[in-house]
């Protein structure tokens, strides 16, 4: 059974800058692309980043220019760069695979942008 565990989250000013990482208990990024989902507080899970095996990445517009995905193979590990935060980027941050297994979903970790 695979696992996704979130971290980074935290409370940071509007124009900072987090680091979110998903570390996988298996080595399933050389067989799905992977996803950064977002959950904001009254809201749907959105998907916000996406990255293929290849490392083709794709962003929804909000957060084109400002958000990062990345992978690392051999940590078996996800990152998101968020810089230039803005108070709607503020939500729980999920990672999992593109499309998402349902099995797969984590704790997240919340990302409060606030000043």
């Known amino acids: 059974q695979v696992q996704l565990v979130e971290s980074g989250g935290g409370l940071v000013q509007p124009g900072r800058s987090l680091r979110l990482s998903c570390a996988s208990s298996?080595?399933?990024?050389?067989?799905?692309?992977m996803g950064w989902y977002r959950q904001a507080p009254g809201k749907q899970r959105e998907l916000v980043a996406t990255?293929?095996?290849?490392?083709?990445?794709d962003y929804v517009d909000s957060v084109k220019g400002r958000f990062t995905i990345s992978t690392d193979n051999a940590k078996n590990t996800v990152y998101l760069q968020m810089n230039s935060l803005k108070p709607e980027d503020t939500g729980a941050y999920y990672c999992?695979?593109?499309?998402?297994?349902?099995?797969?979903w984590g704790q997240g970790t919340q990302v409060t942008v606030s000043s």
């Open positions: 999992n695979t593109q499309p998402p297994q349902r099995n797969y």
């Open positions: 298996g080595s399933i990024l050389s067989i799905y692309g």
């Open positions: 990255i293929t095996r290849g490392g083709r990445t």
